[in-house]
């Protein structure tokens, strides 16, 4: 079955850079588009960015210019490569291979990411 195993947030002040990591196993991970979500303390679960298999990729508005997604399909692993970060960034980041999950989907443990002004 499906696993997903994020890695490499921290706790950063605002400005600075993170770079995450999905590690994906149980799935031929180069036939599914990957998509980066994250859940703020007290927030929904929001999209964050995607990729599909071609590379073609999309941002929520408030990431734009500052995030960028990629994948190594050799690796079976996802990154989200994130600039000039902000406090509003503070959240738990997960992946998924899922086009629409649901919070009754699997998801992986995330990775915690928090910001300070």
């Known amino acids: 079955q499906v696993q997903f195993l994020e890695s490499g947030g921290g706790e950063v002040q605002a400005g600075g850079s993170l770079r995450l990591s999905c590690v994906v196993s149980g799935t031929i991970f180069s036939n599914f588009a990957m998509t980066w979500y994250r859940r703020a303390p007290g927030k929904q679960r929001e999209l964050v960015a995607s990729?599909?298999?071609?590379?073609?990729?999309n941002y929520a508005d408030s990431v734009k210019g500052r995030f960028t997604i990629s994948r190594d399909n050799a690796k079976s692993t996802a990154y989200l490569e994130m600039n000039n970060l902000k406090p509003e960034d503070t959240a738990v980041y997960y992946c998924?291979?899922?086009?629409?999950?649901?919070?009754?989907?699997?998801w992986g443990q995330g990775t915690q990411v928090t910001v300070s002004s």
């Open positions: 998924t291979d899922l086009p629409d999950p649901t919070e009754n989907d699997y």
């Open positions: 990729i599909t298999t071609g590379g073609s990729t």
